[in-house]
């Protein structure tokens, strides 16, 4: 019998997280988890809470979902919704570097014309003036709930973003990867700063 480097690289992380004791007795996989925690609880919480409490008001509306062409038949593309129909709301700061940080959460219909749920952060590097034209690249960090994956059980994803926009007003997307049938999409949506 055959062992898969999947398994291989599993069990060989156990072994070790089983075996590396520290002086308090702690696991190797233990430090890992209280490090992420305290991080969690000391940068990103606080973090969070700032952008919640102090942000600004922003307002989500999706307009496009783009399948790019060559992976999908035509037929396929013919039967899948590119007008997500939905809306959203955030908050959001911008740092001391004008980069934008954001906390969102919208809904709009999928692909498939169902309902798809989404919560989420998001930072950008931003350039440009929020008085004039700017555009920013970033991430988002969210998790969606839709009905072909999993049934609506909530999932984490991370994407690209990016947006180009005048003043208050911002086009922006996000780009799904994936392989011939699956993934390869465009999203976009309009965003309005109450600033």
């Not at 291989?8 to 702690?26: G, P, R, Y």
């Not at 014309?113 to 989404?118: D, L, V």
Request: with cysteine.
């Amino acid at each position: 019998m055959q062992t898969s480097p999947r398994v291989f690289f599993l069990a060989c992380c156990l072994s070790t997280s089983l075996s590396c004791q520290a002086d308090d007795d702690k696991s190797w996989l233990s430090r890992q988890w209280d490090a992420a925690s305290a991080e969690l609880s000391d940068v990103w919480i606080p973090r969070w809470k700032h952008i919640w409490a102090d942000g600004n008001s922003e307002l989500y509306l999706p307009f496009k979902t783009y399948h790019m062409r060559w992976a999908y038949t035509r037929e396929k593309i013919d039967s899948y919704q590119e007008l997500p129909f939905g809306l959203g709301y955030g908050r959001a700061l911008y740092d001391e570097k004008e980069n934008w940080h954001g906390l969102y959460a919208m809904g709009f219909q999928d692909s498939h014309f169902k309902p798809q749920w989404m919560v989420g952060y998001g930072w950008k590097a931003m350039c440009g003036s929020r008085s004039s034209w700017n555009a920013g690249a970033g991430y988002t960090v969210f998790f969606a709930s839709r009905t072909d994956i999993a049934n609506y059980i909530p999932f984490p994803s991370i994407l690209p973003i990016a947006s180009f926009g005048y003043k208050k007003l911002s086009i922006e997307g996000a780009y799904v990867p994936g392989g011939k049938g699956n993934g390869n999409v465009v999203f976009m949506w309009g965003k309005w700063s109450f600033l």
